[in-house]
């Protein structure tokens, strides 16, 4: 993907901007440098709580035996949902006022090759092939150094907890050597985000995929009390998925057109409950059929499976099948990361669809998508895909409180008549007001906390400097 600007006057736009956003006042205030709550006694009382109650907000719980609440309160305990019902008394407990704010699970991303955060809008017009192929896959992912690596993934994190994602399925196909492994891992704990780490292929000698799975696991994984998790990125390869079934671990794995070698993992017993597959475009009936009786969890991205080429969304498919999909964002090359635009996506694609059926004369077609579908498939279907269900996904007493608090006061939404509609059709990242992960405010008021975002802008600046220019790579930036 080269242009008419030169790699040198690339970098040296992006300097700038880099620069002019640091320079204005209040900039690095607003991200949370270094000074993030001072003087704000609210947020003082909110870090040191042991209990926390989010009061008089419209509350989704996305749990049906739960319910939601045009007005309700929500109590937390030690990072964990104790109650949701209005008019919660709790006299020891810090407060949130919640009120023109909705309330709803933090968003799950099941499938995001999150060390890509440096090449944010590379490609804004590429294919899958030959762009992606050829210029992040066989130019830029090799001459990642495990700085790069962890500029990376941190960049990403931080960017879905600042849109209101507070999980993710982390697929970083960049395990050149442990080392890169291991900056992956520390990015994602030094971001605060809750992921499953989908230990993934590298490239050169040095690689020692997927054997290092074991150190890994005893270095990182022994503890399942932690935000971390840890799953295989899979090819259709019997050996690898050997190497998931001897860890004991999911296995995630990208697939489209590619029946027979799944059909044939499945005879040879390979697929376990709780493995993640990820577009799943042009897939026959039987491939569906196993994928389900499997116990196997669909990912989808239909932005970038409509934009890059990868085919048709298969949302239709995954239903026809009983299968709830998750939805996923892959990677920032091309599009935006935050979950607002990929549940608009799914919701007007699956719609869009079955319209043309219809024009086209078929009768019996499915149901229509509904905005409260859209956010399932957001919240609660990417938890069970992410085999997260258990601790997050909905706002359930006993589940750790992943929370995002949303603006509904805004002049673009205002009055609200619907609040999954809301969300789904009406709402964009910039009403992310505040962000919870297993209790812990993340982001509060509009800016994250414990951030030094002047810092890491330098830093991620630096390792894309240095990524294009061991690649001999250019952009146009203005093109």
Known sequence: MTGTASRRSFLKSGAGLAAAAQALPGAALAQGAGVEGAGDVELARLQGARRILIKGGVVLSL????????????????GKIREVRPEIAADDAAVIDAGNRIVIPGFIDTHSHSYQGLLRS???????????????QAKLS?????ADVHAGVLMTALGMIDTGTTAMVDLSQISHTPEHSDACIAALREAGIRAVFGYSRGI????????????LQRTYFSSTDQLLTLALGVALDPQVFAAARAAGVPAVLHLRNNSAAILALGAAG???????????????????RLIRDSGGNISLCPQIEMSMGHGQPAIQEALDHGLRPSLSSDHGDSIAQDFFTVMRQIFTVQRSQI????????RNLPALLTCRDALEFATIAG????????KVGTITPGKEADLVLLRADSAHLWPINNAPGTVVNLM???????????????????????????????????????VMRRAGFAVDFLA
């Not at 590379?122 to 992040?136: E, S």
């Not at 319209?355 to 004369?361: K, L, N, Q, S, Y």
Request: aromatic share 8%.
């Open 204 to 215: 050169g000698p040095a690689s020692r995929y997927p054997q290092d799975i074991g150190r």
């Open 270 to 288: 390979m697929l376990r409950p709780g493995d993640e597959y990820i577009h799943c475009t042009y897939l026959d009936d039987a491939a569906w």
């Open 122 to 136: 590379i490609m804004p017009n590429g294919v899958l092939d030959p762009d992606y192929n050829r210029d992040v």
């Open 428 to 466: 964009n990242p910039g009403e992310v007001e505040t962000v919870l992960i297993a209790g812990k405010v993340r982001k509060w008021r509009g800016r994250l906390l414990g951030v030094d975002m002047a810092r890491v802008m330098r830093m991620v600046e630096e390792a894309r400097n240095a």
């Open 355 to 362: 319209f043309a059926r219809a024009r086209a004369g078929e």
């Open 142 to 146: 090799p001459a990642y150094a495990p």
């Open 383 to 390: 938890a069970r895909c992410a085999n997260l269900d258990r």
């Open 63 to 78: 749990d049906r035996q739960v319910g939601d609440f045009a007005k309700a309160d929500i109590l937390i305990e030690d």
